[in-house]
């Protein structure tokens, strides 16, 4: 399995950016998808997951109501709308896939893993 990350950049503290995470190769009759990040200097955490049926999500606290994840499974792709952007959300983010429908969040849970698309949110 292939994942490809893009729609990091540079925006402005208030701003919005979108990521899309597309899947490619070896697909799987249930699975969730996730959003994690890096910041510079901090352990990788979890941002964002959806099951593959789109009916469960989970967030992390950081970003409830300012994150929206989404999934496109006709495209093998994965969404994550970013607004109201803090310089704190600056980081590498990395979309990943779980071969199981249960949406976790403990990095060690997930099988694949995309490169990262770097985001930065200045002040």
């Known amino acids: 399995v292939q994942l490809q990350a893009f729609g990091g950049g540079l925006v402005q503290a208030g701003g919005s950016l979108r990521l899309s995470c597309a899947a490619s190769?070896?697909?799987?009759?249930?699975?969730?998808m996730g959003w994690f990040r890096q910041a510079p200097g901090k352990e990788r955490e979890f941002v964002a997951a959806?099951?593959?049926?789109?009916?469960?999500?989970r967030y992390a606290d950081s970003v409830k109501g300012r994150f929206t994840i989404s999934r496109d499974s006709a495209k093998n792709t994965v969404y994550l709308q970013m607004d109201s952007l803090k310089p704190e959300d600056t980081a590498v983010y990395y979309c990943?896939?779980?071969?199981?429908?249960?949406?976790?969040?403990?990095?060690?849970?997930?099988?694949?893993w995309g490169q990262g698309t770097l985001v930065t949110v200045s002040s």
């Open positions: 990943a896939i779980r071969r199981s429908g249960l949406v976790l969040t403990t990095m060690s849970e997930y099988d694949y």
């Open positions: 190769g070896r697909t799987f009759i249930t699975y969730t």
């Open positions: 959806i099951a593959w049926t789109g009916s469960v999500t």
